[in-house]
């Protein structure tokens, strides 16, 4: 099993940028695949970027590419969300979430194992 924790949400204005971070627990998070997803209230899980175990795979939801990266360093056991030229529309909780499958990259937020409590991004206008 392993354990997620987010950090680096906060409130930035339009056009700015913010960096999320996900530590994980346990030695298996290098077999792991990795993704962020958002909420808004009312609104179910949104997937937004993953990464595959190695590194070398990623998506994107439309709206996210161009402006968000996801990255990995699996000797920290930690997993990035880059995002820059924030809008307002990025206002969610954003998680975490490990896949124990590390074959196919997986975009659809059932199909993923393990969640962090999230941390609040907020983008004012």
């Known amino acids: 099993q392993v354990q997620l924790v987010e950090s680096g949400g906060g409130l930035v204005q339009a056009g700015g940028s913010l960096t999320l971070s996900c530590a994980a627990s346990g030695h298996t998070f290098s077999s792991y695949n990795m993704g962020w997803f958002r909420q808004t209230p009312g609104k179910e899980r949104e997937f937004v970027a993953a990464?595959?175990?190695?590194?070398?795979?990623?998506y994107y939801t439309d709206s996210a590419k161009g402006r968000f990266t996801i990255s990995r360093d699996n000797a920290k056991n930690t997993v990035y969300l880059q995002m820059n030229s924030l809008k307002p529309e990025d206002t969610a909780v954003y998680y975490c979430?490990?896949?124990?499958?590390?074959?196919?990259?997986?975009?659809?937020?059932?199909?993923?194992?393990?969640w962090g409590q999230g941390t609040q991004v907020t983008v004012s206008s």
């Open positions: 990464i595959r175990w190695s590194g070398g795979i990623t």
């Open positions: 979430a490990a896949d124990r499958n590390h074959w196919v990259v997986r975009t659809i937020h059932v199909e993923y194992d393990y």
